[in-house]
């Protein structure tokens, strides 16, 4: 994935996890926000491992 795309899908995915977090009433152990936050986790590391490449 291009690093543009990776830095794109991030910001979309936190803004999902907020909007989400808001409307459970910040219930953090919703399966659905974990599931969000999990995507977000392997996001964030697959982008860092791409950096410590460049």
Not at 21 to 43: A, I
């Amino acid at each position: 994935m291009k690093e543009k795309t990776v830095q794109e899908r991030i910001m979309l995915l936190r803004e999902e996890l907020y909007r989400i977090s808001s409307q459970l009433n910040y219930e953090l152990t919703h399966p659905r926000l974990v599931t969000v936050s999990q995507q977000l986790d392997q996001l964030l590391n697959q982008y860092s491992k791409s950096e410590q490449k460049a």
